[in-house]
């Protein structure tokens, strides 16, 4: 069975930092990509990112270019989202979702991801 726990959300203050966990079992990194997405209440699921752990190539949307980084660790089959220059507007349900046509569908239908974690709130306060 297929599964992806998220951890690490919370609380920040404008300008902080932080890291994003996920927590993939069931399936081999060679078979799936996994995909980091947001949902901020009243909007649409966005996507951050994408890693192919097959080969390390990792996509990033424009928009999170920059302050977002996502990394993986082989051993403990965790992939993260590395969070900096937090804003206001990041406040949102951080999704993982692993697809096989990760890249395919993170540009462009986001929805068909197939497996999906339950997601970690992350605020950002002033």
């Known amino acids: 069975e297929v599964q992806l726990v998220e951890s690490g959300g919370g609380l920040v203050q404008a300008g902080g930092s932080l890291r994003l966990s996920c927590e993939v079992s069931?399936?081999?990194?060679?078979?799936?990509?996994i995909g980091w997405f947001r949902q901020a209440p009243g909007k649409e699921r966005e996507g951050v990112g994408c890693?192919?752990?097959?080969?390390?190539?990792?996509y990033y949307a424009d928009s999170m270019k920059g302050r977002f980084t996502i990394s993986s660790d082989h051993a403990k089959n965790m992939v993260f989202l590395q969070m900096n220059s937090l804003k206001l507007e990041d406040t949102a349900v951080y999704y993982c979702?692993?697809?096989?046509?990760?890249?395919?569908?993170?540009?462009?239908?986001?929805?068909?991801?197939?497996?999906w974690g339950q997601g970690t709130q992350v605020t950002v306060s002033s």
């Open positions: 890693i192919d752990r097959s080969d390390g190539f990792i």
């Open positions: 979702a692993a697809d096989r046509h990760y890249l395919g569908n993170f540009l462009g239908a986001v929805v068909n991801y197939e497996y």
């Open positions: 069931g399936f081999s990194f060679d078979d799936l990509g």
